[in-house]
């Protein structure tokens, strides 16, 4: 409850104007009931991002299946992390954190840590398997997640963030992640 509170709080009010009291107030609580659970703005932030993250990850977990089909399953992959990163709260997180990062460093940082790193390593990790049976040429497996993550986020992200649509067709999404998986599987086909 706290932490959903929280999170629309940040997101209807940006890091700077989010302050403990006023999640308090929302919450209908004391502030020092707040504080037990969260010693500052900081950690409540990174609690609240950590929670969604987490989720995501076990998601994206499940569809990277060993022993699939490489290409479907990183289809299946793409179209989850487009959809991902195109909901709407993904979109204001986003945003949240592109134009406040610079005044508040600290919470680019989180952001940085719980959501794009840790789904580049699962990525990661799961590429070095596909390499190491010979289905990708070798190469280093995080760098190749974070091509393949630069290919899902040049189509339908770029353009809500940029306001060039309003919401994302979820075959926009589809063509983009199909996009994304043939130039990846060129640009890493085995030798």
Request: glycine share 6%; proline share 4%; net charge neutral.
């Amino acid at each position: 409850m706290i932490l959903k509170v929280a999170q629309q709080y940040f997101l209807e009010h940006g890091y700077a104007g989010t302050t403990m009291s006023g999640i308090a107030a929302a919450l209908g609580g004391s502030k020092g009931t707040l504080w037990n659970h969260f010693p500052s703005k900081e950690a409540l932030f990174s609690a609240v991002l950590d929670r969604v993250a987490r989720a995501y990850r076990a998601r994206l977990s499940q569809i990277l299946e060993p022993d699939g089909d490489l290409r479907t399953t990183l289809q299946r992959a793409c179209i989850s992390l487009i959809g991902k990163v195109t909901s709407t709260e993904a979109i204001a997180l986003h945003r949240l954190i592109v134009s406040e990062g610079g005044r508040f460093p600290e919470l680019s940082q989180i952001f940085f840590e719980l959501a794009p790193r840790n789904t580049r390593a699962l990525l990661a990790q799961f590429l070095e398997r596909a390499m190491a049976r010979g289905l990708l040429r070798a190469a280093g497996p995080t760098d190749a997640a974070r091509v393949l993550m630069a290919l899902c986020m040049a189509g339908s992200h770029q353009q809500l963030l940029m306001a060039q649509i309003s919401a994302p067709d979820p075959e926009q999404i589809e063509q983009d992640a199909l996009f994304a998986v043939d130039l990846f599987m060129r640009a890493y086909a085995p030798e």
